[in-house]
């Protein structure tokens, strides 16, 4: 877990543990297309569910709009167009995770919000080298859960390469 | 942002002096009142507010408050009261500036006004009292009865209200007789705030800043004004002007997202009402054709976020009262979208040989023919259009043909399948080709269109070249040469005959797929067996490869090395040296005529001339035939 950033003191459990300090960090897991991910719980600053997208005409293809999230101007990304998905059908369910990046709120649009995991960082692991390269940049790597994977989003490379050029 | 507030109260820190020096001057006894001094509004704007602000005290104390004396008859506290008050209400700064004088003489400001002659007596009687009080904002117009060195000159307010409506404010007054009187100035947080044009094309909603409109104008068919067209040019008569006109759903490339259509500019036909806002960037002019038009907002700018900042059609996003989200157009970036359409159409006419296929604009005829789906032809291919009676078809030789001008021409159906038309008339593709004419049928010729033409699809059909994206929509392109052999499968033959034995080999030279697929069905029926390549590069290679033609046709503008450097190779090595060569060419100059000429090229003609691209074979067929 040496690339990612959440060693967090609060979430040291050194008590129960008593020989090696165990490290958890909490993700906030949502699901894209079928796929588990997780951001650091304190990352996210909003959840909620998206109703009034204005469109952007001749913004980058994964820029679903700008809303109005209580007075500030959200930039809506979808992740699904941003991880090379099909759009989905324009009734589905839709989530939003509200994320600041270089002070700017962008709400990544996702199909569901799961729960919020507290994960064993020993559980990380790299990503694996067949991942496909589009995913490689925006994966900060893999955590093996009982039952299905959870990729961790690398946040600041969502935004910054759908930007094409770095915008600050 | 936050740098730039400062609280009003810095503003108003002279004023207290500027009251005990009136007291003074009016013998009048004063207080002020200031309420919110910490109320927090752009420097800027403060700026441009402390002088109106000090007129209005000024005013206050001279017109607004009575003598003490007068106060004390009328049973109020001899000590007038000036309160200034301070506060944030929906984006604005509210100052309030009001006194417990007389109030407003409306009965004098009403004489006043019709003396002055800013309303007649007959519209005075329609005025309201509120209204007659805001005619102290007038220029002109003063109440006091004598000029005062303070104030009285009837220059004044009106001064005050154009200072504060220049920074977007607004400034009222309300008065009660004998209670005293209240402005209000009302001004922009900051000067972020416009007022912006709400409007909507392909149903979604823009904001235009309001500066840089000049008028709105209505359009439709039956209207006074109608939105013309000059080739693909929209434009509209306004007055003595023809405005240049843009889609805002074109500029934008919006898709219509309720009906999936893409918004069609080619047919402003079928756009019964439409709005089109007057805009002006610098000095130039231009019409901005949107859907509809709802109303003017007052709306802050906000900068949009970094991932947007490269769309130069929008200068900002801002929230509606109605808490949606709107992206705030920026006129100057339309204009520059508007104007390179107009550069790129200039590029087009002056030189149409550098572009490749790729962006090639050629014109095209789109019909509909055995089927929904559009086909199209190149323009420059079909001689005329023609409609003829069904009842003029006559079949011959398990043929149809018709008599037109004084000869048979064969019909050919677009496919099989194809039925033709039983009454009524038949419109027609008539192709003519040396001597012959044959005429295609169609059930509906739609439109001409200026496009690129780029295949997209090869088509497993013989009588299609294949798949274009046409003025946005799938399109079959037609192969003449097909028609024209089944038109004229003898002519042919007899040439062939005429010909001799030998099969002659014809090489084409040229990068466009387009025109090889277009030209090696043609030179094949003109008797050639023909090899098609890309480049010039490829062509030597095959003289390398000792292969051997017996005419050479190449495209003159290629990538790499061009027609004449080609040409100018064949001409230095022994082994081509005698094999004509004919430059195909879309540029028409004369001096490339003669430079064709020059490093030796046997004849030179146009592209989709095919008329004189056959003759010109054909006398090269002629001239080999008397030298072999």
């Known amino acids: 877990m040496s690339a990612s950033t959440s060693a967090r003191p609060e979430n040291e459990n050194a008590t129960t543990l008593a020989p090696a300090v165990r490290r958890t960090a909490d993700y906030v897991t949502m699901v894209v297309a079928g796929q588990l991910f ?72 996702i199909d569901a919000v799961g729960e919020v995991l507290s994960l064993d960082e020993a559980l990380c692991e790299r990503n694996p080298v067949n991942l496909d390269p589009r995913w490689r940049d925006i994966s900060e790597g893999v955590y093996r859960l009982d039952n299905e994977l959870l990729v961790v989003l690398a946040l600041h490379k969502i935004i910054k390469t759908s930007n094409g050029a770095m915008a600050a | ?118 309303v007649s007596e007959a519209e005075a009687g329609q005025l309201s009292e509120q209204q007659f009080a805001n005619f102290i904002f007038k220029a002109g117009l003063s109440t006091a009865e004598k000029v005062t060195s303070v104030s009285g000159r009837g220059v004044g307010l009106d001064v005050v209200r154009s200072n504060i409506e220049k920074i977007g404010g607004t400034v009222d007054v309300r008065t009660t007789a004998g209670k005293g009187s209240v402005f209000t100035v009302k001004i922009p947080l900051t000067l972020a705030i416009v007022s912006a044009l709400v409007v909507e094309a392909c149903g979604e909603r823009f904001a235009i800043p309001q500066i840089s409109v000049n008028e709105l104008v209505r359009a439709s068919d039956d209207s006074r004004h109608r939105i013309e067209r000059i080739k693909e040019s929209l434009v509209l008569r306004l007055r003595e002007q023809l405005l240049p006109l843009v889609y805002l759903g074109d500029v934008l490339r919006i898709q219509d997202r309720q009906t999936g259509n893409h918004s069609d500019s080619g047919n402003p036909q079928q756009r019964k009402d439409e709005f089109v806002v007057v805009t002006q960037v610098g000095t130039f002019r231009f019409g901005i054709v949107v859907d509809k038009v709802f109303d003017t907002e007052e709306i802050v700018v906000k900068p949009v976020a970094p991932i947007l900042r490269g769309i130069a059609v929008f200068s900002g996003n801002t929230i509606l009262g109605d808490g949606s989200v709107i992206m705030i157009l920026d006129p100057n970036g339309i204009a520059d979208a508007c104007g390179n359409i107009r550069d790129e159409q200039e590029e087009d006419t002056q030189e149409p040989a550098a572009a490749s296929d790729a962006s090639e604009k050629i014109s095209m005829l789109v019909f509909r023919a055995g089927g929904p789906e559009p086909k199209a032809i190149p323009l420059s291919l079909v001689s005329r259009l023609e409609e003829i009676n069904c009842a003029d078809i006559e079949r011959s030789n398990g043929k149809d043909v018709v008599q037109y001008r004084g000869q048979l021409m064969p019909l050919v159906r677009i496919s099989e399948e194809y039925q033709l038309r039983a009454e009524g008339r038949q419109p027609l593709l008539v192709f003519s080709d040396a001597q012959r004419t044959m005429g295609i049928a169609v059930d509906e010729i739609i439109d001409i269109v200026e496009d ?20 946005g929509a799938a399109t079959e392109i037609a192969d003449v040469g097909f028609y024209l052999l089944k038109a004229f499968p003898d002519w042919f ?72 450097e080609l040409a100018k190779d064949i001409r230095k090595d022994t082994r081509w040296r005698e094999v004509p060569i004919v430059a195909i060419s879309s540029n028409g100059a004369k001096e490339d005529f003669e430079r064709g000429r020059e490093v030796g090229f046997t004849d030179y003609v146009m592209k989709m001339d095919r008329a004189s691209l056959l003759r010109s074979l054909s006398e090269i067929i002629y001239a080999n035939g008397e030298a072999a």
């Not at chain 2, 010909?499 to 030279?509: D, P, T």
């Open chain 1, 38 to 109: 997780g951001i650091p719980v304190l990352e996210v600053h909003d959840v909620f569910s998206p109703s009034k997208l204005a469109f952007v005409p001749m913004a980058p293809l994964e820029v679903e709009g700008v809303l109005n999230l209580r007075g500030r101007i959200v930039t809506a990304i979808d992740l699904r167009l941003r991880f090379g998905y099909p759009a989905r059908a324009a009734d589905a369910k839709k989530m939003a995770v509200v994320i600041e990046h270089h002070g700017e709120p962008y709400s990544l649009l």
């Open chain 2, 452 to 471: 690129t033409l780029k295949i997209e699809l090869s088509s497993g059909k013989p009588n299609m070249l294949g798949t274009a994206i046409i003025n």
């Open chain 2, 1 to 118: 942002m936050k740098t730039r507030m400062q609280p009003i109260g810095s503003a108003w820190q002279k004023l207290p002096r500027i009251v005990r020096d009136l007291c003074n001057d009016l013998n009048k006894k004063i207080e002020l009142v200031m309420i919110g001094a910490d109320t927090e509004l752009d420097r800027q704007v403060m700026e441009m507010i402390k002088d109106p602000l000090t007129h209005m005290i000024r005013n206050s104390a001279d017109h607004g408050l009575e003598r003490p004396d007068a106060r004390t008859a009328a049973g109020k506290n001899p000590i007038g009261t000036i309160k200034l008050n301070a506060f944030h209400e929906g984006g604005h700064v509210i100052i309030e500036i009001s006194d417990d004088g007389a109030g407003l003489n409306i009965e004098r400001i009403r004489a006043k006004a019709i003396s002055s002659g800013l």
């Open chain 2, 493 to 564: 033959k007899e040439s062939r005959k005429s010909r001799g034995k030998k099969i002659q080999h014809a090489l084409l030279v040229d990068d466009s797929a387009f025109y090889r697929n277009m030209l090696a069905p043609l030179i094949a029926s003109a008797g050639y067996m023909v090899t098609t390549v890309e480049n010039a590069d490829q062509a030597l290679a095959l003289r390398e490869n000792g292969t051997v033609f017996d005419v050479i046709i190449s495209d003159i503008e290629m990538p790499g090395m061009n027609g004449f």
